[in-house]
């Protein structure tokens, strides 16, 4: 702010008035360069923003594939490992159970 009353303001205000509009204009023309040049670094950095957006999102749709597969192995495995877990309970505890029972039923019909 203080550049531009330095620059601009205090110079018109203080200029006789006949020569006013030239140092207006030429100062208007000054800071047409000026937000030409910022105009331009920020279209600059809007393109770089906008190219690392979309790089993070495909990082981001990528990452969300191999989650999706991670959790679909991980609930095959579960899946497996309940069925090894009941077939061994079965094959380890209810087969000589019933082998039992059947052993002791028979042994009282005799």
Known sequence: MAR???RVARP???APPDS???LAAERAAE???TFDE???ALSDQERRLRADQARARDDL?????????VFS???VLILALAAL???GLRRGITRPLDQLGADARSHRRR
């Open 20 to 22: 006013v509009s030239a």
């Open 61 to 69: 749709m990528t990452m969300m594939t191999v989650r999706n597969w």
């Open 12 to 14: 018109i205000a203080d």
């Open 73 to 75: 192995a991980i609930g």
């Open 4 to 6: 531009w009353q330095e």
């Open 38 to 40: 910022v105009r331009a």
């Open 31 to 33: 800071g047409k360069v």
């Open 85 to 87: 877990i009941f077939k």
